[in-house]
């Protein structure tokens, strides 16, 4: 499984960290990222990592304001948000993948709220 943690409410232009730690399965073999969704839309892909963290993929709105990260010891994956604006407001999810099998896992999802 994954949980999630992190989410919170900040000003624009402000900074938040989003945490999943994955429990239950080999993490190191997973592809992360992170998605994100608002109420009447559908969830949406932020950014992704690849296993060997040497390629990262992202939304164009993100672009050098997310930063994706994971450590494999410690089988978590992070969301390091800055200049965080308002239509960054979400709830945010992440996800495990595993290319070859299939397998997938979701975390709970955690909201992020920016608004002043």
């Known amino acids: 499984q994954l949980v999630q943690s992190g989410g919170a409410l900040v000003q624009p232009g402000g900074s938040l960290r989003l945490s999943c730690l994955a429990s239950g399965f080999t993490f190191s073999s997973y592809v992360v990222s992170w998605h994100r969704q608002v109420p009447g839309k559908e969830r949406e892909f932020v950014i992704g990592?690849?296993?060997?963290?040497?390629?990262?993929s992202y939304t164009d709105s993100v672009s050098g304001r997310f930063t994706i990260s994971r450590d494999n010891a410690k089988t978590t994956a992070y969301l390091d948000m800055r200049n965080l604006e308002p239509e960054d407001t979400a709830v945010y999810y992440c996800?495990?993948?595993?290319?070859?099998?299939?397998?997938?896992?979701w975390g709970q999802g955690t909201q992020v709220t920016v608004s002043s």
């Open positions: 996800e495990a993948r595993h290319l070859s099998t299939g397998a997938r896992y």
């Open positions: 990592m690849a296993i060997s963290e040497s390629q990262m």
